[in-house]
């Protein structure tokens, strides 16, 4: 194997996680915009971490009731999912209804949930590390709910067409569709 050295983009070679929209809202107004620099950090009780900028329009809304929801898309809403990475909510476009995307009502914090997410996980943040024009934010997560044709005996299950949706960079996206099980 031959390798080269690279002197940038070593996030590129650690982040295709799964793309996912953030939601937050005060029950008035919301947002939503992608986010691809999120990850789990504890199972029980469940905690999760995402990277944001401090400058998104949505990220006000977090601010202000220290709440968000990750809502997990399917691969076939990768227009939505890059959509609402480009359009600035800023301007006062609704991306829910530009990218047609429907408000689903949470059941523990006000931000609304994404109906066409195959999951939404509603969390409250529980530390906010400023890292200057951006923020990493540590939520626990408070309640979930998932396609139950897409979870099964406690884990995601790809029989039902499950496609998960992974940024690479720019416009590019993979997507992983199966479960490869190794042995020892």
Known sequence: MSKMKIYSGAYVILNPGSVVW??????????????????????????????????????????????FAINVPEAKMVNAVLGCGRVSGK???????????????????????????????????SQVIDMGSSALLLAQVVSTQVDEAHFVDGKLSFDNGLE?????????????????????
């Open 22 to 67: 953030v939601t937050a809202g005060d029950g008035m107004s919301d947002g939503v915009f992608t986010v691809t620099w999120n990850m789990p950090v504890r199972k029980e009780p469940a905690m999760v971490a995402i990277e944001c900028s401090q400058n998104h329009h949505t990220y006000q809304f977090i601010r202000k009731t220290g709440e």
């Open 91 to 125: 301007t006062g476009v609704d991306k829910f209804e530009k990218f047609g995307l429907t408000r689903d009502k949470a059941e523990k914090i006000k931000a609304p949930l994404i109906r066409e997410a195959f999951a939404n996980l509603e969390c409250r943040v």
């Open 164 to 184: 998960l949706l992974h940024h690479l960079t720019g416009d590019q996206f993979c997507i992983s569709s199966k479960v490869l099980v190794g042995k020892v």
